[in-house]
């Protein structure tokens, strides 16, 4: 059951946060991991940025190719060292503010990268269908909710759209065919409420300041 719970989570945040993206403008996915989500976007220019180097070295293999490429480069957005002086239309940032030191300075930081857009995706618990033990995690060292994350952005940034994922057993399969009715009515709920009573992670976008 874990398996197709995590599989469908995943794939149906990458639908809802690709969905965000203006295909034409240059992302960068910051916490890129394997680079799975970048090598789904259309967009020309495209740049991934993380802390693990194997999944560097695994992204740069998975991406490159003549139709679809993106650059990879190892960073750690956490770090007191950490510089990076190019911006991006699109920043994005997913699954990766649970894992961080110091959130508040990563936050910082994505908007000092972004010329426009931030992207922001995170587990949150506050949830009548939640039950948290489904996704604990060893490495999650800071818990949010949408008032929390609402706050910390609202600082550099105005919230354009609030969605979210929910932890449902089925099986991948089905929910591939499913996935548009769910965004769908999605797009009809109002989706702070949706998200704060039903979602279990988070999804904001915010247009900088």
Partial sequence: MQEYLNKYHH????????????SDGSVL????????LLK????????GI???EKYISYAEKYNNNNDNHASFFLHDIDADSFSYKETFDTVIC?????????????????????KEWVIISIPTYKSLLCVKTWYECEE???????DKITRMVSKYGVITRISGTRFITIPSRIAWFIKPLLF??????????????????????????
């Fill in 11 to 22: 794939e149906l945040r990458n639908y809802w946060i690709k969905s965000f993206i203006n």
């Fill in 29 to 36: 996915d910051v916490g890129c991991g394997v680079g799975k």
């Fill in 40 to 47: 789904e976007l259309p967009n020309k220019r495209k740049v």
């Fill in 50 to 52: 993380d802390n693990d």
């Fill in 94 to 114: 997913s699954e990766v503010l649970e894992h961080v030191k110091n959130p508040d300075i990563v936050i910082e930081r994505l908007f000092m990268m972004s």
């Fill in 140 to 146: 999650h060292i800071n818990d949010f909710d949408i």
């Fill in 184 to 209: 769908f009515f999605d797009k009809k709920l109002n989706e702070k409420y949706w998200c704060q009573h039903h979602g279990f992670h988070t999804i904001i976008k915010v247009r900088k300041k």
